[in-house]
């Protein structure tokens, strides 16, 4: 039986790209889903079409930037499913710009979602997976999250956050809790449509010019939750071969 038969899966972002790609390949290994995003009906289309295929899903419209609505995502997972196995914090924008374009509405609004919205699934779910003594959170963090580059310094920089959040989950949670941070490089979603500085824009058409599918991360973040529970695959970054950044 694999690892992930059974195992309650939220995925945040889940509408489109990474967690949609994720939804659909976990729902075949028998994974119990719970779907959040803002898009009812894109998440209405999926949990459909998984139903279809014999999958189990369901899904609960959440905006990670309010606290409660995170927290009442959790409490309606455990309600359905009775625990939860596995948070992805995937929910993330990326409107690229220089420092001097001084787009500060832009960087809130990255700080809020690639952030807190992170924090704030982690403290939904960290106390009942404290309390199983089991659980995995997966935050999708970014090759940005390694290396900066120019037009991308706030992005980068919430990425370099969410890189040191999963490190700070794996050393303070006493092995109870796994924790991954996968890092994508270019990938086919629709991550690069928020970005609204012109130049900033026709750089990053050029370098997702290589762009993978978006289930070659849903691949690997299959991977990590398969394996068995005393193996945490800690670190993961996944480009396109041609990727230079």
């Not at 939904?124 to 199983?132: E, K, R, S």
């Not at 990425?159 to 991954?180: C, N, P, Q």
């Amino acid at each position: 039986m694999s690892e992930i038969q059974n195992k309650v899966v939220i995925i945040t972002g889940a509408s489109s790209g990474l967690g949609e790609a994720t939804a659909r390949r976990l729902a075949k290994n028998g994974a119990k889903l719970m779907l959040t995003a803002r898009r009812e009906e894109r998440l209405q289309e999926l949990v459909a079409n998984i139903e279809q295929e014999g999958g189990t899903a369901k899904y609960q419209i959440t905006d990670v930037t309010e606290r409660s609505a995170v927290e009442a995502l959790a409490e309606a997972t455990k309600e359905a499913y009775g625990r939860i196995d596995v948070l992805v914090n995937n929910a993330g924008l990326m409107p690229l710009s220089p420092l001097a374009a001084t787009k500060v509405d832009e960087w809130e609004k990255m700080i809020d979602v690639n952030i807190k919205g992170v924090l704030y699934g982690i403290a939904a779910v960290m106390p009942l997976m404290l309390q199983q003594e089991s659980g995995h959170i997966i935050n999708i963090s970014s090759v940005a999250g390694h290396k900066v580059f120019p037009g991308g310094a706030v992005y980068c920089a919430t990425k370099f956050a969410v890189k040191a959040i999963s490190e700070g989950i794996r050393l303070e949670s006493d092995g109870k809790i796994r924790s991954t941070n996968i890092s994508p490089g270019a990938v086919d979603t629709e991550l690069t449509n928020t970005i609204s500085h012109d130049e900033t824009a026709k750089n990053a058409d050029k370098m997702y010019d290589v762009a993978i599918n978006a289930d070659a991360i849903a691949r690997a973040i299959t991977y990590v939750i398969e394996q068995p529970g005393d193996v945490d695959v800690n670190e993961m970054i996944i480009r396109p071969t041609k990727q230079e950044l």
